[in-house]
């Protein structure tokens, strides 16, 4: 759904997300930052992505409902405490173990409070589907596409509550934590904020709003997240796999039946043969490249190839990445024109977490926030643009 549906009407939905940014930015930052004050920065994105997550998922004005923000955030963190338990246990022991944990049962508790809010939501646009009535639009977002899609069991309305939270189990933490890695490394490397803030402002000018163009300019701000990701990548690996019969490789190697293998993501971009100056941090090392004529298309960050495995590759390749990458640049841009930040004198950037092969952004790190001096209004002049030329995706 997400490769046949929202990749294809991504351009639609630049306006959805920057409406429903300007709603979550009034709502998640604090309002006094004329001066600099300690934020948790990574808890307002999360907020702010899970508010945005929700209006292209669910609509408006479900998005507001704060008890469904609440659930497909903790959904999320419930899952992941369950299974990076269990996996370090033999799994026939499973079943009875995870009815000892506590996240086991608040991610059921999580599932129950999807299906309350989401089951009134389904039963009452087919009613009012049902009627027939000429002047009805149906709402253009990812659960009516499920519900058009669904056949008649995959679309009962608690299994489409339930896919709703592993769609927020897929987008809003992984979303989150690229945001939160870029902005760390943009605090420990601030040569770079003034250029990707001018950017941001000379193409928005350019093209007058918000568009899907506008994003694809934004080549410096792609780079920098595309650099930040390959220092920091989500998991050490990709392509996890498990053998379902012998395998032998072309080298003579037989990994068994039942051996468990991936692809060494992280390595591959940091390893020097592949990657000049791995080494080094350069927030415009794929901008640089872009420039050669024939490779302008490429090194993009939400692009894949051979050596760029974060979000897969080829028919495995992560179906939300053009989302997650459209988002991210569209918080970005806003973060960058309308504030500044840094981090609190004597502090460093903090440590990334790990957790086996997966790595995270601290989220307990601290940075200073403060408004910048005499930016104009950027929300109230893209906005209207956005309305004038999007206004059904404006709407939706």
């Known amino acids: 759904m997400l490769q046949t549906k929202l990749t294809p009407n991504l351009g639609s939905f630049v306006g959805v997300i920057e409406s429903e940014l300007a709603f979550a930015m009034d709502k998640e930052i604090p309002k006094d930052l004329d001066v600099w004050k300690n934020v948790s920065l990574y808890h307002i994105v999360l907020r702010i992505v899970s508010r945005i997550s929700a209006r292209v998922f669910l609509g408006n ?38 009815h000892c944990l506590p996240s086991y049962w608040r991610l059921h508790s999580n599932l129950r409070t999807a299906k309350r809010i989401i089951s009134p939501m389904v039963n009452q646009r087919r009613a009012d589907q049902a009627k027939n009535d000429p002047s009805y639009e149906k709402p253009n977002d990812m659960l009516q596409w499920m519900m058009d899609a669904a056949n008649e069991n995959d679309g009962q309305p608690d299994k489409l509550s339930h896919r709703q939270l592993l769609l927020s189990l897929a987008s809003i933490h992984t979303t989150t934590m690229s945001a939160a890695h870029t902005m760390y490394d943009l605090c420990v490397h601030p040569e770079y904020f003034e250029p990707l803030h001018q950017e941001a402002l000379e193409v928005l000018r350019e093209d007058g709003g918000w568009k ?10 792609d780079s ?31 990994l ?26 350069d927030g415009f090392r794929y901008y640089k490249k872009r420039m050669n004529p024939a490779e302008a298309n490429k090194h993009q960050f939400a692009m894949t190839d051979n050596n760029s495995l974060h979000f897969g590759h080829g028919k495995y390749s992560c179906p939300g990445r053009f989302f997650a990458s459209n988002e991210i640049k569209i918080i970005m841009a806003h973060l960058l024109m309308e504030y500044e930040f840094q981090y609190p004198e004597g502090a460093a950037r903090p440590r990334n977490l790990t957790a086996d092969e997966n790595l995270y952004p601290d989220p307990s790190a601290r940075l200073l926030m403060r408004r910048r001096v005499a930016e104009p209004n950027t929300h109230a002049v893209d906005l209207e643009t956005a309305a004038a030329t999007t206004p059904a995706a404006v709407s939706a």
Request: charged share 25%; net charge positive.
């Open 61 to 98: 004005p479900a998005c507001r409902n704060e008890e469904w923000l609440d659930t497909s955030i903790q959904y999320t963190e419930n899952v992941f405490g369950t299974v990076m338990l269990l996996r370090r246990l033999p799994k026939f022991v499973h079943p009875i173990v995870a």
């Open 256 to 281: 068994p039946k039942g051996t468990h293998f991936g692809m060494p993501a992280a390595a591959i971009l940091q390893d020097t043969e592949n990657e000049p100056n791995a080494d080094q941090f």
């Open 224 to 254: 920098f997240l595309k650099e930040s990701q390959r220092v920091n990548p989500p998991s050490l690996l990709a392509f996890n796999r498990i053998v379902s019969k012998d395998l032998t490789l072309s080298d003579g190697t037989v």
């Open 212 to 221: 899907k163009t506008t994003l694809n300019k934004m080549r410096k701000l």
